[in-house]
């Protein structure tokens, strides 16, 4: 131990005796002391309120804010770029950056770097919050993320990653934007334990990356909780997806991915649970689905999937689809509708379930209907179709439908 | 008047059939609330239980009660009393302890089961669907003539307004569902205080499944606070429009 001590200490020492910490403050230019920096140095920021924008960081410096020293980009400029590798930026806080549909104008900007770390820092009412391009192994943990976008067209994303690989996106909290987080061309990532709230469009928004996860995250009230499209290899584990409402507001959104996972999420509240389309080979086990308008649709494009060992409670309607044609196996899930019996008491049902409901395919053709939804006539209707099924799709079902609620 | 409300309150609470009626619905509570340990769906049978039964009970039972009552009528009407004041204190006794019936049945399993909004929403709509139906007995007691016809009438009411509405709407949905027909689907729900109750409990229970459909139907008037103040609105003018017809009617009729 004390040889490992002193070999430690002899690889540091020269770091420790060429590395200086250079102070600034509000009235000399934080450029010039960055400037100066050599690679290794400190740049410590006294509190205060910077009208200083467009700085660019090109050494491999650790730059601290002292008490959030304000850096204001008076709603016309861009404020950090961050084009060196190895730069670590905390406890400063960015806000105001101009907008513009020339350039993505953003707080922070990390330019062809690697091993960046951004954290503790306050990034507010930016059109891009931490725009990441072309990076590799950087690091953006515990920040605070805040904007009021309002409509798509105008707002910028959160956290903006683009043809990236081996990220990790951890413990922010990201609200108001476009998308609270985006990943374009981003592989080998990890999103893990954020809060997107009150995003536009999507709370996490994924195009073309691959070999992805985002786990133990809360998505709430955005457009959409998020949307994995054109993706392969995304794992998703433990997020609670909660309040989207809206007709076009899903959980998460499943467009032309395959190979995935979903476990262990929580679905409560949306208008609907989880969507899939043109989705291929994703295993969906051990998730929750409670209080959903619809706690599934899966389209008829959708193929080899596994529905199987998850809880639908309370959902308004359990599963949508929009054709006969279902080429998913579903097994082993608790339907809380469900009224068969289990003569054998092995736990699992001996009649299939039948998750489409007939009123949700009548309301789908006629959305007036659903104004008689829960009356007694549609029950009425909705018995007679269990007892002679005629409408609603029967190779989609739950052949051994559980008995009991499983505990997750 | 309170004197008689009194009365015809105190008469009532002692009355069998109100007793009955009371443990109908607390052992439906209870059993269908500690089924499944509290969640939504114990909710939802009982949803159904109140749109089915309050309707049919409160009118038959308020119209038998009113005839029954024929003779104590005539003889206060003897009195040096109001015409009017004596019909409102029958009626208010007769809700009164209908709504004290199903607030002591339902409402008491509800609050100690599962305290949710959307269960006070239930007692809520509820208690108000028992004063529509009383008025409605009110107003079957005071058309008709005699006893056998009063008692059809209010069979034929309940039902109608429970079972065969919805019947009709649907059908009316299905035939017209090419035209934009959301306006007048709103307008014709106010025309059943049944539908109208279970409007109230939609808006509680599902409104992200209603969030999901476009239109106009679903953006303005259920996706929003409107459709609870419409249906709240509407439910009101039922209680009160009979209830002002049975007095009407009353205050000319030769006894």
């Given at each position: 131990m004390t040889l490992f001590r002193s070999i430690l200490l002899l690889l540091l020492l020269p770091m420790g005796l060429s590395a200086t910490v250079i102070r600034t403050g509000p009235g000399s230019l934080l450029q010039h002391a960055l400037d100066r920096a050599r690679p290794g140095d400190t740049v410590i920021v006294a509190p205060g309120h910077y009208l200083q924008h467009e700085i660019v960081i090109r050494t491999p410096i650790t730059l601290i804010g002292e008490n959030f020293p304000v850096f204001d980009g008076e709603n016309k400029y861009q404020l950090f770029v961050i084009a060196a590798s190895g730069v670590c930026m905390q406890g400063i806080t960015v806000q105001n950056t101009g907008r513009s549909s020339m350039i993505d104008m953003a707080g922070i900007r990390l330019q062809n770097a690697a091993r960046v770390r951004v954290s503790n820092c306050k990034v507010l009412n930016t059109t891009y919050g931490i725009y990441l391009q072309n990076s590799k192994y950087c690091v953006i943990e515990n920040n605070e993320i805040r904007s009021s976008a309002t409509d798509e067209l105008q707002a910028g994303n959160g956290v903006h990653a683009w043809k990236s690989d081996s990220l990790l996106i951890r413990d922010n909290n990201i609200s108001g934007h476009r998308d609270g987080i985006y990943f374009e061309f981003v592989t080998g990532s990890a999103i893990i334990g954020n809060v997107s709230t009150n995003n536009v469009r999507y709370g996490l928004h994924f195009m073309f990356s691959h070999n992805d996860g985002y786990s133990r995250n809360t998505f709430r009230h955005n457009g959409a909780g998020v949307a994995v499209m054109y993706s392969k290899k995304v794992i998703m584990t433990g997020n609670t997806f909660s309040e989207h409402w809206g007709d076009a507001s899903y959980g998460i959104l499943l467009k032309d991915i395959s190979d995935s996972r979903i476990e262990h999420n929580t679905f409560a509240r949306n208008t609907m649970g989880v969507y899939m389309e043109g989705s291929s080979r994703i295993h969906i086990a051990r998730n929750t689905f409670s209080?959903?308008?619809?706690a599934m649709r899966v389209q008829a494009s959708c193929e080899g999937n596994t529905i199987e060992t998850n809880n639908f409670l309370d959902n308004s309607f359990d599963v949508a689809t929009n054709g006969t044609l279902m080429l998913n196996a579903w097994r082993n899930n608790y339907w809380d509708k469900y009224e068969g019996y289990d003569l054998d008491r092995d736990g699992t049902g001996d009649v299939p379930y039948h998750p489409v409901s007939v009123y949700s395919i009548l309301s789908e053709r006629i959305p007036s209907t659903m104004i008689l939804y829960r009356s007694f006539l549609t029950n009425i209707v909705d018995q007679a179709e269990k007892i002679m099924p005629s409408i609603i799709p029967d190779q989609l079902r739950d052949d051994s439908p559980q008995t009991k609620k499983w505990k997750l | 008047m309170r004197t008689v409300s009194k009365y015809v309150f105190l008469d009532l609470l002692k009355n069998r059939s109100i007793l009955v009626y009371t443990a109908v619905l607390a052992v439906l509570s209870f059993t269908l609330l500690g089924l499944d340990g509290g969640s939504a769906k114990g909710l939802l049978s009982l949803l159904n239980i109140t749109l089915l039964f309050v309707p049919v009970i409160t009118t038959l039972f308020s119209a038998i009660y009113f005839f029954n009552s024929l003779e104590f009528i005539e003889l206060l009407l003897s009195q040096p009393v109001k015409r009017t004041r004596i019909l409102l204190s029958e009626y208010g006794g007769m809700a009164l302890s209908l709504s004290a019936a199903f607030v002591v049945g339902v409402g008491f399993p509800l609050t100690v089961m599962l305290p949710v909004t959307a269960s006070f929403v239930l007692i809520i709509t509820g208690v108000l669907l028992t004063f529509i139906f009383t008025s409605l007995g009110l107003l079957i007691f005071v058309l008709s003539r005699d006893k056998t016809r009063g008692i059809g009438a209010a069979i034929i009411v309940s039902l109608f307004f429970t079972l065969l509405f919805d019947g009709l709407m649907m059908a009316f949905i299905f035939t017209f569902s090419?035209?934009?027909i959301d306006r007048a689907v709103v307008a014709m729900v106010g025309l059943n205080p049944v539908d109208l109750a279970r409007i109230l409990m939609l808006l509680q229970l599902d409104v992200a499944v209603l969030m999901g459909y476009s239109g106009a139907l679903f953006k303005e008037f259920l996706g929003s606070s409107t459709g609870s103040l419409y249906a709240v609105g509407c439910l009101g003018l039922w209680t009160v429009v009979p209830l002002w017809l049975a007095l009407r009617i009353f205050r000319r009729k030769d006894l």
């Open positions: 209080a959903n308008g619809w | 090419d035209y934009p």
